[in-house]
């Protein structure tokens, strides 16, 4: 995969996009991420590449020329690349789990990461998708940009050691993830619980899906409005509802 991204500040990029699973992602050489300064792009002398809003109106305006030439030299070292160009803005669409995956299955993602008080509007023109990290605001898109490709990158193929970790994740599965434990199985006297040491992969599996429903039900409720829950799913949450219901 390729990923580029058009940012008014590239070094905020030069840390996080090469250590961890990102980092040894572009070691195996399983992505390549370009970082642009779309300044450079801007035909003015003075490298300016915001400006006042017709009609009045607080704060600066990014403008359209130096993103439009920016995508367009993206485009000719890439033209026969299928691209997804991502616009950072609050007013677009939330960002989740799905979406990474979507994007983990493109050949090339651009995303364009705002600053100032906001777009001018023929800048939508040029994009496939408007999205935001959540409902708040950020001073510029950077960050935004930044949780969205870790999101997207561990999902690649052969990026995370084990692959089953992405499909088993929360969120991946519609349910949020089960309690887990590692050794000692007893740490003053706070005990791993007997079903996880005892073997029987069959119970195992079952108090591990009811766990995830239980963390569910509790954190999230919402999520499980959501699933299509199966007979085992629902017997497993009714446990749970009674289990959690404040005894008189």
Known sequence: MRIDVLTLFPKMFEGPMGESIIGKARE??????????FRDYSDNKHQTVDDYPYGGGAGMLLKVQPIYD?????EAQTP???KRVILLDPAGKPFNQKMA????????????????????ERIRTLVTDE????????????????????????????????????????????LLEHPQYTRPANFKGM????????????????WQLKESL????????????KLTLTKQMTKLLAEVKKEETPKD
Do not use: W
């Open 131 to 174: 999205v935001s990290l959540g409902d708040y605001v950020l001073t510029g898109g950077e960050l935004g940009a930044m949780v969205m490709i870790d999101a997207t990158v561990r999902l690649l193929p052969d990026v995370l050691g084990n692959q089953t970790s992405a499909q088993t994740d929360s969120h991946s599965t519609g």
């Open 28 to 37: 195996k050489e399983l992505l390549s991420i370009h970082v642009h300064n």
């Open 101 to 120: 995956e979507e994007f983990s299955k493109e050949e090339q993602l651009v995303f364009i990461c705002g600053h100032y008080e906001g777009y001018d």
């Open 191 to 206: 005990e791993v619980p007997f079903v996880l040491t005892n073997g029987n992969h069959k119970l195992i599996e079952e």
């Open 70 to 74: 920016n995508l367009k030299a993206i």
């Open 214 to 225: 239980r963390r569910t039900y509790l954190r999230r409720p919402d999520m499980l409005e």
């Open 80 to 82: 026969d690349t299928k």
